[in-house]
């Protein structure tokens, strides 16, 4: 069982900034990599970021790179979601998740790869 807390979600202008982080505890032994995917209302979820722990191995969905930046911590078993330039169309809230699979899939936000979520972070971006 693992247990996830994201935080650092809240309201920023456009062309601003914000740094998410997702905490993992529990037996976190079969977690491999960990992803993070939004939901906009009365939008499908979208895959944002994931990183695998083992490789350090770094995944971008098309509409966020090269403005965000995901990275990890490994002995405070936490990763970050940097994320620059950010534009309304970023509102969302945002769910980290663990997967226990080495290497992960760009693009995917499937259950079938992820098995772990957090409750989500809300982040609002304002014109």
């Known amino acids: 069982q693992v247990q996830l807390v994201e935080s650092g979600g809240g309201l920023v202008q456009a062309g601003g900034s914000l740094r998410l982080s997702c905490g993992a505890s529990g037996r976190t032994f079969n977690s491999y990599g960990m992803g993070w995917c939004r939901q906009a209302p009365g939008k499908e979820r979208e895959f944002v970021a994931a990183i695998s722990w083992t490789y350090g191995t770094t995944y971008y969905g098309d509409s966020v790179k090269g403005r965000f930046t995901i990275s990890a911590d490994n002995a405070k078993n936490t990763v970050y979601l940097q994320m620059n330039s950010l534009k309304p169309e970023d509102t969302a809230v945002y769910y980290c998740?663990?997967?226990?699979?080495?290497?992960?899939?760009?693009?995917?936000?499937?259950?079938?790869?992820?098995?772990?979520w957090g409750q989500g972070t809300q982040v609002t971006i304002s014109s």
């Open positions: 998740a663990t997967s226990p699979y080495r290497s992960l899939v760009s693009g995917s936000c499937s259950t079938s790869l992820y098995d772990y």
